[in-house]
């Protein structure tokens, strides 16, 4: 069953580090099988939400998405994620 990393962008503190992180997410993420499916500021259709942009990453499953996640060649990518927004990230089985 696939399994869903969703991160929700509130803020981004440091563009320059963010770009960092980009130039390296997108290969270390397909390295790991994972496939990027969208990557966007979200349309809000009820509620309220600081969300600046969500990003969703299909996996083959919980495990390999948990394998990419803690890996030791995403840790340093995470690291500048983390230093360059405030969000939260999300791991969501499929159905």
């Known amino acids: ?3 869903y990393f969703i991160a929700k962008v509130s803020a981004v503190t440091d563009p320059d580090k963010l770009k960092e992180y980009g130039a390296g997410a997108g290969p270390n993420i397909q390295s790991h099988g994972g496939k990027t499916l969208a990557a966007a ?5 009820n509620g309220e939400s600081d969300a600046i942009r ?3 990453v299909e ?3 919980m495990d390999a998405l948990n394998s990419w996640y803690n890996s030791d060649d995403y840790k340093p990518l995470l690291e500048l ?6 969000g939260i990230d999300f791991a969501l089985d499929g159905m």
């Open 59 to 61: 996996f083959e499953n």
């Open 41 to 45: 500021p979200p349309g809000l259709l």
């Open 81 to 86: 994620r983390r230093a360059a927004t405030e």
């Open 54 to 56: 969500l990003v969703i």
């Open 1 to 3: 069953m696939s399994a």
